[in-house]
């Protein structure tokens, strides 16, 4: 069972908006720490999607975006596209851990 | 540019040992944090530990201490993730990573390996 919860699959159709949503604990996200979101293709290593909550790396699209508030946390897709389809996760520090938790992914399949 | 390597793909049998290593390039190892990760067949990310090269501060996750070892040698920018007595259940892909910050362990992973796969069969 992952510390951090999240929704195993959503779906929706191109062009749509979907939103994948992140829960935690007080020794994470409920204790200030950033959230990050990570998008894994098929057979490929994790990719940095989110970081700090809502900032995009340079070369992801602003169809990505991150919002965090108090501990209600989440990751929105605009325009989808048959490439978006791939596993996501959300990702922050531990206090209790002193290390890295991860949600247990959600499987985004466009229809 | 700014990269981890990982070692090859391997195939053991229980109760052997083994050693994956990473080896990052383009940026200062000693100064930011490694992470391992593994990922289970057809599952989802897991954190193992974390290891910072400058002074070997390491930390485990609860579920993998005691089963995994994680170390560092500077002199050749690696890290590096050992079992002594591998299990069928420690057949997954592993993956290292580095946080986008010097020093820090808290900012997103911006920086991972390719993943190494272990297969674990008799």
């Known amino acids: 069972q992952s510390v951090l919860t999240q929704p195993p699959s959503v779906s929706g159709a191109p062009g749509q908006r979907v939103t994948i949503s992140c829960s935690g604990s007080?020794?994470?996200?409920?204790?200030?720490?950033?959230i990050h979101w990570y998008q894994q293709l098929p057979g490929t290593a994790p990719k940095l999607l989110i970081f700090?909550?809502?900032y995009r790396p340079l070369g992801v699209p602003d169809r990505f975006s991150g919002s965090k508030s108090g501990t209600s946390v989440s990751l929105a897709i605009t325009g989808l596209q048959a490439g978006d389809e791939a596993d996501y996760y959300c990702?922050?520090?531990?206090?209790?851990?002193?290390?890295?938790?991860f949600g247990g992914g959600t499987k985004l399949t466009v229809l | 540019e700014v990269q981890l390597v990982q070692s090859g793909a391997a195939v053991k049998k229980p109760g052997e040992s083994l050693k994956i290593s990473c080896k990052a390039s383009?940026?200062?190892?000693?100064?930011?944090?490694i992470g391992w990760v593994r990922q289970l067949p057809g599952k989802g990310l897991e954190w193992m530990g974390l290891?910072?090269?400058?002074?070997?501060?390491?930390r485990y996750s609860p579920s993998f201490q005691g089963q995994v070892t994680i170390s560092a040698d500077e002199s050749l920018s690696s890290a590096f993730l050992q079992w002594s007595s591998l299990k069928a259940s420690d057949t997954a892909i592993y993956f290292c990573?580095?946080?986008?910050?010097?020093?820090?362990?808290?900012?997103?992973?911006?920086?991972w390996g390719q993943g190494t796969t272990v297969t674990v069969s008799s």
């Open positions: 990573a580095r946080p986008r910050s010097s020093g820090s362990s808290v900012e997103g992973i911006d920086v």
């Open positions: 383009g940026y200062p190892f000693s100064n930011y944090w």
């Open positions: 290891i910072y090269p400058d002074d070997s501060d390491t």
């Open positions: 007080t020794s994470n996200i409920g204790s200030g720490f950033d």
């Open positions: 700090g909550n809502n």
């Open positions: 990702q922050a520090y531990d206090a209790s851990l002193r290390g890295w938790v």
